[in-house]
Structures are given as structure tokens and as C-alpha cells.
């Protein structure tokens, strides 16, 4: 059974960091993506980052050049180090996995939730001015 377990949030000020960690478990893929989405409230759930198994990552234009993608494989973990924080930023976080293809051509960050079968519980991040 695949699980993926968010960690890492937290409340902060704008213009500080955190690292999000998603602890993967239950499947041995070699071919998959991974995606950070976050929802705020009211709002539809976004895409904001990928990285697949061969190591490209791709990012919304909203968060290029604050954000960065990893991932651990002997940990089977994947991050996201969020820098510069705004309160725009204030939204639940989380990881989504598709197993065995790739992330979507041509989407980046700005992935699609249909593509993700699997999701975390989340993680909640909160930016105060």
C-alpha cells in the first residue's frame, strides 16, 4: 500500500524558510513523479513543484526561484525548501506520486492533480506579515 507522510510545516514570518519533507513508502517504482501541490483556503489545489525518477523538476512561475525540489531515494523522501516566504504562501502542502511514467511534458510545476493517484494528508504552512 503506497503512503506518502508530510512533515515539516509550521508557522512563520514572511521572509523566513522551511523545508518540507514527504516520506514515501509501499511501492519500489523505479519510473514515477512526484508533485508538491498546496490549496489555500477557498482555493483550488495547485501545483508547485515535480521531480520524476530520472531527477527533472519543474516549478510554477509563482514559485521559481524561491522553491527547490529534492529528493532522497535511500530515504525515499522527498523535499521542498521553501525560501523568502510570503503570506501569499499560506496554504496546506502536499505530496502526490504517480508510479511508473513520468511527470506530464510541458506542465512543470503547474501539474494537474488528475495526474496523481496517490496523495499525503498534508501539511500545513502559515506566513504572517
Known amino acids: 500500500q503506497v503512503q506518502l507522510v508530510e512533515s515539516g510545516g509550521g508557522s512563520v514570518q514572511a521572509g523566513g524558510s522551511l523545508r518540507l519533507s514527504c516520506a514515501a513508502s509501499?511501492?519500489?517504482?523505479?519510473?514515477?513523479?512526484m508533485a508538491w501541490f498546496r490549496q489555500a483556503p477557498g482555493k483550488e489545489r495547485e501545483g508547485v513543484a515535480t521531480?520524476?525518477?530520472?531527477?527533472?523538476?519543474g516549478y510554477a512561475d509563482s514559485v521559481k526561484g524561491r522553491f527547490t525540489v529534492s529528493q532522497d531515494n535511500a530515504k525515499n523522501t522527498l523535499y521542498l525548501q521553501i525560501n523568502s516566504l510570503k503570506p501569499e504562501d499560506t496554504a496546506m502542502y502536499y505530496c502526490?506520486?504517480?508510479?511508473?511514467?513520468?511527470?506530464?511534458?510541458?506542465?512543470?510545476?503547474?501539474?494537474?492533480?488528475?495526474?496523481?493517484?496517490?496523495w499525503g494528508q498534508g501539511t500545513q504552512v502559515t506566513v504572517s506579515s
Open positions: 502526490a506520486a504517480d508510479l511508473n511514467r513520468l511527470c506530464l511534458a510541458g506542465w512543470g510545476g503547474a501539474t494537474p492533480t488528475w495526474h496523481y493517484k496517490y
Open positions: 509501499g511501492y519500489s517504482y523505479s519510473t514515477y513523479c
Open positions: 521531480i520524476d525518477s530520472n531527477g527533472s523538476s
